[in-house]
């Protein structure tokens, strides 16, 4: 049987993984509190964009730093919220027609993202999609420390762990798909014998054009 390996932020649904992130920051205890974690989140707005253009890996656990001192059970709690108000609301129209298709055929869905794990199951449960990858936020004494239990779902860290599934659950990768919408995404695709990029980025839309490899338009405009 064949996976096919799914990115999620920009391929299935119009977020980042900025969007999920500031709704956590502003649903804290209080106003005050809120005020205070966007603001620094926001202060750190050139390093993330640095980060984002030259370390995917760097970019996330930078991001998630912010996630230090929320409570597991608020984490988990704000999680159902964000499934519903942002990745449910902002679900590309060809989504589920195209994850039906490969359910339909056969294939174990697995989606492949930095997303956080908590919201991801919310999202794969809705989509019935099989397994999940995702990154994971450490947690000691019911409190998120803001870091990321290894290894960091990014870059080309995406394409190892689907070569690690594909192995353990007995894919063969020649036979198997993956789906993503950004040129960081390229190591991912390429592990796989049918990549197909969704939504491409401009990078990743001439490299799919150059190397003939199928062009999805999930948003359907």
């Known amino acids: 049987m064949p996976a096919s390996y799914f990115d999620v932020d920009g391929t299935l649904v119009r977020t980042n993984l900025i ?11 209080n106003p005050w509190h809120s005020l205070k974690a966007i603001s620094r989140t926001l202060a750190q707005g050139p390093s993330l964009a640095l980060a984002e253009a030259r370390d995917r890996r760097l970019f996330n656990e930078m991001l998630f730093a912010s996630f230090k001192g929320m409570t ?10 964000i499934h519903e108000e942002v ?37 794969a449960k809705e989509l019935g999609a099989h397994t999940i990858i995702a990154n994971r936020l450490e947690v000691k004494d019911f409190k998120a420390t803001g870091k ?3 290894p960091v779902v990014a870059g080309p860290t995406k394409a190892q762990l689907i070569r690690d599934h594909a192995a353990k659950n007995g894919h063969d990768l020649n036979e198997c ?8 995404d390229v190591p991912m695709l390429s592990v796989v014998g049918h ?11 001439r490299l799919a054009r150059a190397y003939q490899w199928p062009i999805l338009d999930l948003d359907g405009k």
């Open 148 to 150: 990321l239990l290894r």
């Open 72 to 81: 597991e059970d608020r984490l988990f709690f704000i999680s159902e919220e």
């Open 177 to 184: 798909f993956a789906y993503s919408d950004s040129y960081s």
């Open 195 to 205: 990549p197909t990029t969704v939504n491409p980025d401009k990078k990743l839309y």
């Open 87 to 123: 990745m449910m609301k902002n679900l590309f129209n060809g989504s589920r027609d195209l994850i039906q298709r490969c359910l339909d055929n056969g294939h174990e869905v697995v989606l492949v993202s930095g997303t956080l794990d908590i919201i991801l199951q919310h999202f």
């Open 19 to 29: 969007h999920p992130t500031l709704y956590y920051l502003r649903s804290q205890v």
